[in-house]
C-alpha cells in the first residue's frame, strides 16, 4: 500500500517535488523511506532541517545574557530614524522621483560649510521646503558655525560658508537655498 502525503499551499516544494515540511516531519523517524533515502534534494533539507533544530535546540538550552550595551543599541536606532525626519520628494533626470531625508539634506550642507578653511559646521536643520516657480524645490536652512579665533575677517568666512552651502544644495543634493539662517557660535582654537 503506497502512502501518499498532501502538501499545504504554504509547503516549499524541493525540485524532487517532495514538500519540505514532509521532510520536517519525518526527521524523527529512524529509517528515510524509499523516496527519502535516494534522492539528493531530500537527503540535502533533511540535513539543513537537522542542523538548524540543533542549532535551535542549543540556543534554547544555553540562553546567553544579551549584550550590555543592546538597550543603547536599541536606543541609537530609535533616536537615528526619529532624526531622519521628513522626506523631501527630489525629481531626477531619469523618469522618477526620489525621496531625501532633510537629516541627509543636512549632512551635506554641514560638510560644504565644514571646507571653509577656519569652520566647523555646529548644527544644520532643513526646517521648509516648497517648490519654486520653476518646478524646483526650494529649502530654507538654519545652520550655526564656529570659527577659529585667528581667522582675520569672520564676515568673509561668512561669505565663503554661504558660497558653498548655496552651490552644494544645488550640485550635491538638486535643490535650491532659499535662505540660509547662519549663525557663528562659537570661536574655537586649534590644537597643536
Same mark, same amino acid.
Given at each position: 500500500?503506497?502512502?501518499?502525503?498532501?502538501?499545504? +499551499?504554504?509547503?516549499?516544494?524541493?525540485?524532487?517535488?517532495?514538500?519540505?515540511?514532509?521532510?520536517? %516531519?519525518?526527521? %524523527?523517524?529512524?529509517?528515510?523511506?524509499?523516496?527519502?533515502?535516494?534522492?539528493?534534494?531530500?537527503?540535502?533539507?533533511?540535513?539543513?532541517?537537522?542542523?538548524?533544530?540543533?542549532?535551535?535546540?542549543?540556543?534554547?538550552?544555553?540562553? +546567553?545574557?544579551?549584550?550590555?550595551?543592546? !538597550?543603547?543599541?536599541?536606543?541609537?536606532?530609535?533616536?537615528?530614524?526619529?532624526?531622519?525626519?521628513?522626506?523631501?520628494?527630489?525629481?531626477?533626470?531619469?523618469?522618477?522621483?526620489?525621496?531625501?531625508?532633510?537629516?541627509?539634506?543636512?549632512?551635506?550642507?554641514? !560638510?560644504?560649510? %565644514?571646507?571653509?578653511?577656519?569652520?566647523?559646521?555646529?548644527?544644520?536643520?532643513?526646517?521648509?521646503?516648497?517648490?519654486? %516657480?520653476?518646478?524646483?524645490?526650494?529649502?530654507?536652512?538654519?545652520?550655526?558655525?564656529?570659527?577659529?579665533?585667528?581667522?582675520?575677517?569672520?564676515?568673509?568666512?561668512?561669505?565663503?560658508?554661504?558660497?558653498?552651502?548655496?552651490?552644494?544644495?544645488?550640485?550635491?543634493?538638486?535643490?535650491?537655498?532659499?535662505?540660509?539662517?547662519?549663525?557663528?557660535?562659537?570661536?574655537?582654537?586649534?590644537?597643536?
Amino acid at each position: 500500500m503506497a502512502v501518499t502525503h498532501s502538501t499545504t +499551499d504554504n509547503d516549499y516544494l524541493l525540485p524532487c517535488g517532495r514538500g519540505l515540511e514532509q521532510v520536517w %516531519d519525518s526527521l %524523527d523517524d529512524s529509517e528515510a523511506d524509499a523516496h527519502e533515502s535516494s534522492c539528493p534534494h531530500c537527503a540535502a533539507a533533511r540535513e539543513s532541517l537537522l542542523t538548524l533544530r540543533n542549532a535551535t535546540r542549543e540556543l534554547v538550552d544555553e540562553p +546567553d545574557p544579551p549584550p550590555p550595551d543592546l !538597550f543603547g543599541r536599541i536606543m541609537s536606532a530609535v533616536r537615528a530614524d526619529v532624526r531622519r525626519g521628513r522626506t523631501l520628494t527630489l525629481d531626477t533626470p531619469h523618469p522618477g522621483a526620489i525621496q531625501v531625508s532633510e537629516q541627509a539634506i543636512a549632512v551635506v550642507l554641514r !560638510f560644504a560649510a %565644514d571646507t571653509v578653511d577656519g569652520v566647523r559646521a555646529r548644527g544644520c536643520r532643513v526646517h521648509s521646503s516648497e517648490p519654486g %516657480d520653476d518646478g524646483e524645490l526650494v529649502i530654507a536652512v538654519e545652520m550655526s558655525i564656529a570659527v577659529r579665533h585667528d581667522v582675520p575677517d569672520i564676515d568673509d568666512v561668512v561669505t565663503l560658508v554661504r558660497e558653498r552651502v548655496r552651490a552644494a544644495a544645488s550640485a550635491r543634493v538638486g535643490v535650491r537655498l532659499g535662505t540660509l539662517d547662519l549663525v557663528v557660535a562659537d570661536l574655537y582654537e586649534e590644537q597643536r
